[in-house]
Antibody, heavy 123, light 106 residues
């Protein structure tokens, strides 16, 4: 079955960087767009970024544009999120999520989610 | 940006009750609307996509309806496993979520 496992979260000072990873299994990873979605403590869900199945197209929420970079390695079935210039308001659980449509275009609904990894930007 | 507003924010109900959650969009999203269930410490689970299409494996007591700007999620007969937080999400223009509806035991 589909399995998504995030890693790389932790406590980081504001202004510093962190890279998250998401290991995927149980489906043809290279055939699906992938997303990052975050949830601040006790709050709702916020879509962060998407990457197409082949990595050629990437889109970001305005709140992270220019600071975060999404990427993927289809040979390793792994999704990444490079987060730079972290701010206290970036503190959240970060989920990777599989897009609901195969190949292109991405649908922007999410049929499988990981368990999440907590990022805390605090001094 | 398209804003999504859910009501109520909290809903208290009993096992066996029929409950309905409403989601309103600030502009039309056609039927590009999904519903998710989230339990504490877990990632969300997809219940319904395209407003009324039940995801494979989701019990038939869950149903969705609506189009344009107004949508509903109905649980026909609540089971103990259904007490959780529910989110709607539009994906007509990128993605935005409602603020969530916490369904708890009366």
């Amino acid at each position: 079955q589909v399995h998504l496992v995030e890693s790389g979260g932790g406590v980081v000072q504001p202004g510093r960087s962190l890279r998250l990873s998401c290991a995927a299994s149980g489906f043809s990873f290279s055939a699906y767009g992938m997303h990052w979605v975050r949830q601040a403590p006790g709050k709702g869900l916020e879509w962060v970024a998407v990457i197409s199945y082949d990595g050629t197209n990437k889109y970001y929420a305005e709140s992270v544009k220019g600071r975060f970079t999404i990427s993927r390695d289809n040979s390793k079935n792994t999704l990444y999120l490079e987060m730079n210039s972290l701010r206290p308001e970036d503190t959240a659980v970060y989920y990777c999520a599989k897009d609901g449509w195969k190949a292109a275009p991405v649908s922007y609904y999410f049929d499988y989610w990981g368990q999440g990894t907590l990022v805390t930007a605090s001094s | 940006d398209i804003q999504m507003t859910q009501s109520p924010s909290t809903l208290s109900a009993s096992v066996g009750d029929r409950v309905t959650i409403t989601c309103r969009a600030s502009q039309s999203v056609s039927t590009w609307l999904a519903w998710y269930q989230q339990k504490p410490g877990k990632g969300p689970k997809l219940l319904i996509h395209t407003a009324s299409n039940l995801e494979s494996g989701v019990p038939s007591r869950f149903s969705g309806s609506g189009s344009g700007t107004e949508f509903t999620l109905t649980v026909s007969s609540l089971q103990p496993d259904d007490f959780a937080t529910y989110y709607c999400q539009q994906y007509n223009n990128f993605s935005t979520f409602g603020q969530g509806t916490k369904l708890d035991i009366k």
